[in-house]
């Protein structure tokens, strides 16, 4: 099956940091560019990084330039989300999903979401 | 950066009904343009690439249509299962920015 994984999130109080972490499976994962996605509650979905096959590429939102970090293993078949100096307003659902290549850059496989909350 | 805009908001609406969804990007995004389903507590779900290209295991009472700045989600019958919230999505250019989302629910 194929599938992503999401693992890491949690209580942080502000000013700390996170690793998030995806393990794929059912793929070739060093075949796919990837993307993070959040999601606040209640709130619509915001794009926030992506990172091509060669880690040649990597893009952040403006919003967190500065505070996050993607990166990939291919050989773990894992993407990673590095976010430092949290504030309340990055508490969300943080959703790794992979572009689906051939479909005009469409979102195709999405994780189940890591819950975030950034609180004293 | 790019800008989506999708109208309405919400909508109320029956089983069996025609719904109707329209996106809108500031700038021509060609056919650059997802759909997705989301419902309360779960991960989004890809409906439609490019513009109008069904996903693998979509019903095909979705469709989807348009190009350059406007487009449009239709669902021609709606089922129970299709109350939700819908995103459109442009991947012509980052950031990957997507709609505000359409509210669907039962009347």
């Known amino acids: 099956e194929v599938q992503l994984v999401e693992s890491g999130g949690g209580l942080v109080q502000p000013g700390g940091s996170l690793r998030l972490s995806c393990l794929a499976s059912g793929f070739t994962f060093s075949s796919y560019e990837m993307n993070w996605v959040r999601q606040v509650p209640g709130k619509g979905l915001e794009w926030i990084s992506y990172?091509?096959?060669?880690?040649?590429?990597?893009k952040y939102a403006d919003s967190l330039k500065g505070r996050i970090t993607i990166s990939r293993d291919n050989a773990k078949n894992s993407l990673y989300l590095q976010m430092n100096s949290l504030r309340a307003e990055d508490t969300a659902v943080y959703y790794c999903a992979r572009d689906g290549r051939i479909l005009h850059g469409a979102f195709d496989i999405w994780g189940q979401g890591t819950m975030v909350t950034v609180s004293s | 950066d790019i800008q989506m805009t999708q109208s309405p908001s919400s909508l109320s609406a029956s089983v069996g009904d025609r719904v109707t969804i329209t996106c809108r990007a500031s700038q021509s995004i060609s056919i650059y343009l997802s759909w997705y389903q989301q419902k309360p507590g779960k991960a989004p779900k890809l409906l439609i690439f490019?513009?109008?290209s069904l996903q693998s295991g979509v019903p095909s009472r979705f469709s989807g249509s348009g190009s350059g700045t406007d487009f449009t989600l239709t669902i021609s019958s709606l089922q129970p299962e299709d109350f939700a919230t819908y995103y459109c999505q442009q991947t012509y250019s980052i950031p990957f920015t997507f709609g505000p989302g359409t509210k669907v629910d039962n009347k």
């Open positions: 490019a513009t109008s």
């Open positions: 990172i091509d096959t060669s880690v040649n590429i990597i």
